[in-house]
Nanobody, 116 residues
């Protein structure tokens, strides 16, 4: 499974960005798709996830609730992260992942930088 993430960039505080992540390869039986992020000097942390099978369950980190929205396009095996009201503390490398049965696959990461 290969994951290609894109959409990162530099934005001012209060601005918006939309990240996309397309999965290819052996993508049948994707159970969930999600986003994590890692800021310099910090551990990778959960941002948002969406269930693909068995309904549309969503989950968000408290720090992004009300500002970020995760969505998916099953036909194209793509997950999106709409990020609004961005803050400097959202600056990080954002990674997408997919869960297929008991395996987790990661994308290469895309840099998001929010200036104050």
């Amino acid at each position: 499974v290969q994951l290609q993430a894109y959409g990162g960039g530099l934005v001012q505080a209060g601005g918006s960005l939309r990240l996309s992540c397309a999965a290819s390869g052996r993508t049948f039986s994707i159970g969930a798709m999600g986003w994590f992020r890692q800021a310099p000097g910090k551990e990778r942390e959960f941002v948002a996830a969406i269930r693909v099978m068995r309904g549309d369950g969503l989950d968000y980190a408290d720090s992004v609730k009300g500002r970020f929205t995760i969505s998916r396009d099953n036909a194209n095996n793509t997950v999106y992260l709409q990020m609004n009201s961005l803050k400097p503390e959202d600056t990080a490398v954002y990674y997408c992942n997919v869960i297929i049965r008991a395996s987790i696959y990661w994308g290469q990461g895309t840099q998001v930088t929010v200036s104050s």
